[in-house]
């Protein structure tokens, strides 16, 4: 029964900032990776922020520079700091968590979503 519980999208105005979090809750084994994802009304998903082996994070080139991924692993959170916003950052947001939930289970999980919409 794990759980990924997204908190912080609301509106915002052009030039804003917003932090999102994720915690992640029930039977958790390991926690290899958490990310952020996003989806316009429409469109595929894309990756916005997942960290990579090394010690570094894979950003989407739209958001360089702008958005910060950080992590409290006592937690289980992930957070998504955005800065300078845009209105073509609009769209849902979604957590993501690649977790094993015992020895030899292990999967994907993702979020609810939550909406972030940039508009003056």
């Known amino acids: 029964q794990v759980q990924l519980v997204e908190s912080g999208g609301g509106l915002v105005q052009p030039g804003g900032s917003l932090r999102l979090s994720c915690a992640a809750s029930?039977?958790?084994?390991?926690?290899?990776?958490m990310g952020w994802y996003r989806q316009v009304s429409g469109k595929q998903r894309e990756l916005v922020a997942v960290?990579?082996?090394?010690?570094?994070?894979n950003y989407a080139d739209s958001v360089k520079g702008r958005f910060t991924i950080s992590r409290d692993n006592a937690k289980n959170t992930v957070y998504l700091q955005m800065n300078s916003l845009k209105p073509e950052d609009t769209a849902v947001y979604y957590c993501?968590?690649?977790?094993?939930?015992?020895?030899?289970?292990?999967?994907?999980?993702w979020g609810q979503g939550t909406q972030v919409t940039v508009s003056s």
């Open positions: 960290p990579v082996s090394g010690g570094s994070t």
């Open positions: 993501y968590a690649d977790i094993s939930s015992s020895w030899y289970a292990r999967g994907d999980y």
């Open positions: 029930g039977s958790i084994f390991s926690i290899h990776a």
